[in-house]
């Protein structure tokens, strides 16, 4: 699942920030996929546009600009390691459960 959505105007390219949107609808279907209609004002044309994406792949916060609060050494050291496996979430999980000072153990 994407982290952010970007969306692009349809007549000249330009990239379509939050700021530029002016409605987000839902069109829901009782059989197959529903969707959500995000209709936007473009900046530089100033043409109105519609980009369509599937309710499944919708979130709201996807809307959102903010670069987070990881810097670009951590993001490196993050993109570099490998995904959590289910045995450590739970080893982590029963040493959670074992440990009365679990938030000190977790800082160090």
């Known amino acids: 699942m994407p ?11 330009k990239r379509i920030s939050p700021s530029n949107i002016l409605q987000v ?3 829901y279907r009782l059989l197959g996929q529903s969707f ?3 209709k936007y004002k473009c900046p530089r044309c100033r043409r109105l546009g519609e ?10 916060s996807l809307l959102l600009s903010s670069g987070g609060e990881l810097t670009l050494k951590e ?14 979430m739970l080893d982590f999980h029963l040493h959670l459960q074992e ?6 153990e977790l800082v160090k």
């Open 25 to 27: 609808s839902f069109y």
């Open 36 to 38: 959500v209609s995000i």
């Open 51 to 60: 980009y369509v994406v599937g309710e499944k792949q919708w979130n709201t």
């Open 99 to 104: 440990s009365e000072n679990w938030i000190k």
């Open 3 to 13: 982290t952010r959505l970007i969306i692009r105007c349809s007549s000249c390219g």
């Open 75 to 88: 993001l490196e050291k993050f993109n570099k390691m490998e995904k959590i496996t289910p045995e450590e």
